[in-house]
């Protein structure tokens, strides 16, 4: 951190400014300009609170060096992480598609779909059992059920399931069932659930909040791996912005700038993003160019009688082509699907 002292600042305030970083057990690097004095503090700034520099007599401002977030921080660890989820790598070479339902409806909707998928190229089965839902009059998921049923589709097809958990009280249940704990887009700051997860012995996929910055997002993966879970995986899923053509604005730009900042791996949900089913395969193939690791991509047998989200879900066979253009787009930037 830089403390900048105003102009005119007095020898007596600036003693008092250092003698305080000392106390605190930082270093002190002073350097006196013609009309200003600039002070740098030498240690791990994340454990202090500018504030107590802001409110003293002669500071005119103060200036982070460091990202807040440590552990998600690039800068700790230039190697990339890979999560291991049963077989499946995910931040390695090879892309990754997570498919499936919004939603678990039935059993016989989700093994059917689970093996559609999986006869399509992807390599994780998706599908919420329980729903974070806008209504409290929608459908809300089959819970316990849903999370055997994803159980049973698991052992049917080899697929590793991804599934949300919305409580901290539910995180034992669902990892007993689940391969990865899915934090959905509107808990991304529940922090409470942050820790829970972190405490779990399952990897973690953490979707970007609709209003929250790229930065809040890799503050809340910081959650989970100070806690002890090394395995998050992050999500772009698109932001709220001016449009209302779409139901979400994917943020394309986060993706090279998360590859960025973080080695935790990195993918795109073009559903969410979307909204519409019709832009899914296009924007699905952009978030692959810019350098997503994988895609999450909700699928439906019959969308037009889809519990939730069916205006954005791809029929099986849209999926399969999706697919096979994400292969193509895959290799020409280097990788592999
Ligand atoms: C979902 O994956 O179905 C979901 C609810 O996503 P999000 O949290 O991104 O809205
Ligand atoms: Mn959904």
Known sequence: MVIVMKAGATQAQIDHVTDRITELGFGVH??????????????????????????????????????????????????????????????NQRI????????????????????????????????GAYKPRTSPYSFQGMGLKGLEIL????????????????????VGLVAEYADVLQIGARNMQNYDLLKAVGRAHKPVLLKRGMMSTIEEL?????????NGNPDVILCERGIRTFETYTRNTTDINAIPALKQLTHLPVIGDPSH??????????VARALIAAGADGLMV????HPETAMSD???????????????HVRAVAEAVGRTA
Request: charge should be negative.
């Open 151 to 170: 159980a049973e589709a698991r052992a049917e097809t080899g697929l590793p399931v991804v599934t949300e958990v919305m409580a901290p009280d539910k």
């Open 273 to 282: 993003g979307t909204g519409k089913w019709m832009l899914v395969d296009a």
């Open 96 to 127: 990754v598609i997570i498919a499936g339902p919004c939603s678990v409806e039935s059993r016989t909707q989700l093994l059917e779909t689970a093996h559609a998928v999986k006869e399509a190229g992807a390599s994780m089965l998706r599908g």
């Open 30 to 91: 002073l350097s006196r300009g013609t009309e200003r004095t600039i002070i740098g503090v030498i240690g791990d700034e994340r454990t202090l609170n500018p504030s107590i520099f802001e409110v003293m007599d002669g500071v005119e401002k103060t200036v982070s060096i460091l990202p807040p977030y440590r552990l998600a921080s690039r800068e700790v660890q230039p190697e990339p992480t890979v999560v291991r989820v049963n077989g499946v790598k995910v931040g």
């Open 298 to 301: 909700e699928v439906h047998l």
């Open 310 to 324: 069916g205006a954005q879900s791809l029929k099986p066979e849209r999926f399969a082509e999706l697919v096979r």
């Open 218 to 226: 890799l503050m809340s993966a910081e959650y989970i791996l100070s």
